[in-house]
Structures are given as structure tokens and as C-alpha cells.
């Protein structure tokens, strides 16, 4: 397996795996035309262009041994209805698994790569949005520290889900623990 992160040649794949994910996992939620209008507004190569050129946003993707994209994610500067927003805060955008390929941790491969990739650019503190019956993915953000902090309505055409927005605090670091550099 590979994973990297994406590239703007790689919109076509994201918005597809991106419809296709969203729909097999969310698609029962919404009358037809709703799902219809909704995938094909938000999974479109036009509108991954944009964070895949901009430097405050990553997509990462992980791809079996012939090149197959499995899962995916997308993180960057926090864009939630979060009061009060700190200046640095980011956000796990989207994190999705190809449904052949669901339960076999593969998610948290591209989880950590985001991870790190904000800790690096000096994100703080991390949110992410997730629905409120999707309790899996709830369990696997709280192993990864993060707590439910507020929720808000996703809306999909006239369907208004009840989300949560997840918060993991910046992790100290303990400089007691740090060893002196020789002279």
C-alpha cells in the first residue's frame, strides 16, 4: 500500500471515491433528488481543485499495491461553526474508506498522516464534524483525543442533520521530560 498525499491530478479520484463513500454510507438519509443534487455540487473535480492548490489544505491518499485508491482524507484550516474559532484551529475535513475496504484500519493510516501534517503546519486545536448516529467513528476520534465540544445542522438539500463537532486540544509537551542537548 501507498499513501501520499494528493495532487490536482487526483480530483477526478477524490470527488468519485468521495461520492461514492458518502452515498454508501449517508445515501439512505435523503429522498433521491436531495442525494442527487447534494453529490453533485460538493464530489465534483471543480470543487477539489481549490484545496488540493491551496498550501492551508491536504488531501491524503491511500492506494492498494495497483494503485487503487481505498481511503482518503482531507484536513486543514477549520471551516465549522465553531464560536470564537482560534486563528490556527484545523480540521479533519473528511475522512473515507472505500466501503470494500471498511474495517480493516486503513482510515486511521490516513488519520494519522493528517494528524502529523497539521501538527507540523502549527494547527491548534484540531475540530472535526461527525454525525450524530455514526458511533463508530466517534469511538475511533475519542482513542484519537478528541471529545465532543458543541453540534450543529449539516444540511443536505432539505434534510438538516444533527451533527457533533469534535475538539483534541494541542498536546503539551512535558519539557521536564526533555533531555539536555551535550555542549
Known amino acids: 500500500m501507498n499513501l501520499r498525499q494528493a495532487v ?51 488531501f491524503w491518499l491511500l492506494e492498494d499495491d495497483h494503485g487503487e485508491t481505498i481511503a482518503f482524507g482531507w484536513a486543514g484550516a477549520c471551516k465549522l461553526p465553531v464560536p470564537n474559532l482560534e486563528p490556527n484551529a484545523g480540521e479533519i475535513k473528511r475522512l473515507y ?29 484540531l475540530y472535526l464534524g461527525v454525525w450524530s448516529e455514526n458511533h463508530g467513528a466517534q469511538r475511533l476520534y475519542e482513542r484519537y483525543g478528541f471529545k465532543k465540544f458543541s453540534e450543529y445542522e449539516y444540511i443536505v438539500g432539505n434534510q438538516r442533520d444533527h451533527e457533533f463537532i469534535f475538539k483534541r486540544d494541542p498536546i503539551p509537551i512535558d519539557l521536564s521530560k526533555a533531555q539536555p542537548s551535550e555542549p
Open 8 to 58: 490536482p491530478d487526483d480530483a477526478p479520484v477524490l470527488a468519485k471515491m468521495g461520492a461514492l463513500t458518502f452515498t454508501h454510507t449517508f445515501g439512505h438519509l435523503y429522498t433521491p433528488e436531495d442525494l442527487k443534487e447534494y453529490i453533485e455540487s460538493t464530489y465534483t473535480v471543480q470543487e477539489h481543485l481549490g484545496p488540493l492548490t491551496n498550501p492551508r489544505e491536504s
Open 97 to 125: 474508506t472505500h466501503p470494500d475496504h471498511q474495517g480493516k484500519r486503513l482510515g486511521t493510516r490516513v488519520l494519522d498522516a493528517m494528524l502529523a501534517w497539521l501538527e507540523e503546519k502549527g494547527f491548534g486545536p
